[in-house]
């Protein structure tokens, strides 16, 4: 995508890594011709404040991010869970609680709570570039 094109809220690519732009500053014109865009992101798995520069007309990597919502079944005391796609019967075993950032540990301990206090529990996973994390969850209704 050219880099004239991504706003803020946008995904982009920045050292190969998919992050979520929170700030976009363009510069003028310069004597050379280009415009020069100036992002400010935040890694969407760690949370790292990454910065990019690039001219507007030159295309960025976005990276292509999916949803997934998934049931937990069972949390495990090495940390990994079970989880269930509810329209295939799917089971996966292959998910870790979120670690790495004081956000990611606060929304695992929130989770596990949720889940100890046996409420029926639903994730929401995203996935990028080969990585996949636990990003949100919520509580079924009437649970």
Not at 11 to 37: E, L, M, Q, W, Y
Not at 39 to 51: M, P, Q, S, V
Not at 79 to 102: A, I, W
């Amino acid at each position: 995508m050219a880099a004239g094109q991504i706003k803020k809220g946008g995904f982009i690519v920045i050292k190969n890594r998919p992050c979520r732009v929170v700030d976009v500053s363009t510069s003028k014109t310069g004597k050379h011709g280009h415009a020069k865009c100036n992002f400010t992101a935040l890694d969407i798995f760690n949370g790292k404040k990454c910065e990019d520069m690039c001219p507007s007309s030159h295309n960025c990597d976005v990276p292509n991010i999916t949803r997934c919502e998934y049931l937990l079944v069972d949390i495990q005391e090495d940390g990994f869970v079970s989880l269930m796609n509810e329209e295939t019967g799917d089971l996966r075993d292959d998910m870790q609680m979120p670690t790495g950032t004081d956000d990611a540990t606060k929304l695992a301990g929130e989770i596990k709570a949720a889940f100890d206090d046996s409420k029926e529990v639903r994730v929401t996973t995203v996935r990028a570039m080969g990585e996949e994390q636990i990003q949100s969850f919520k509580m079924a209704e009437g649970a």
